[in-house]
């Protein structure tokens, strides 16, 4: 009912002049500017399939090569700071998938994957073996930790000088490798 009286309502205000428009502009007129449907003036034409694939390897004989590999400076972005964030990430959920993958599958291949068959296999190990492990899985995390903490204050727009990309790379480098010494020497 409400729905009803609404309706009606709508239609006989309508029909009433309305205060900002002036009765002497023709409704059509006014219909005719508030229009909604787009006209755009496209031609087509059917092509074979031939030809089809033939306006497509044209388009991409056209196409640039992407990334133009000629306009890096190779000092500037060859294994930077930002490449190691990512071969470090994927170490570490690599090492992380590897382990997972090898725990779910040790009971169906009479493997002994469990907390204390680790440990007392790593106890056995001598003390460089221990460190180099310890550090090889130190040192990734440590990096990706550190420099995920320079993006972040890149975020807040802090530090897009030359100057302190490269003060900052070298105290990433630097704190990585002490933290990950620390990690698996210092604990």
């Known amino acids: 009912m409400i729905a009803h009286r609404l309706g009606l309502a709508a239609v006989r205000s309508a029909t009433k002049p309305n205060v900002f428009f002036s009765q002497n502009i023709p409704r059509m007129v006014l219909a005719s500017a508030m229009s909604t449907s787009q006209a755009r003036p496209v031609s087509t034409q059917k092509l074979s399939w031939e030809e089809g694939q033939q306006v497509l390897v044209n388009q991409r004989l056209n196409r640039p090569v992407s990334p133009n590999l000629g306009i890096y400076k190779i000092e500037q972005t060859w294994f930077g700071a930002s490449a190691w964030t990512r071969i470090t990430g994927c170490v570490l959920s690599g090492t992380a998938y590897v382990y997972f993958t090898a725990y779910l599958v040790s009971p169906l291949l009479g493997l002994h994957v469990e ?28 990096f990706h930790f550190i420099n995920g903490i320079k993006h972040l204050v890149y975020d807040l727009g802090i530090g897009f000088a030359k100057s302190q990309i490269k003060r900052g790379e070298a105290a990433l480098w630097i704190s990585s490798f002490i933290g990950g010494g620390y990690l698996a020497f210092g604990l």
Not at 115 to 141: N, R, Y
């Open 115 to 142: 907390s204390a068959a680790l440990a007392s296999g790593f106890a056995a190990l001598p003390f460089v073996v221990k460190g180099a492990i310890k550090f090889a899985l130190a040192f990734p995390f440590t």
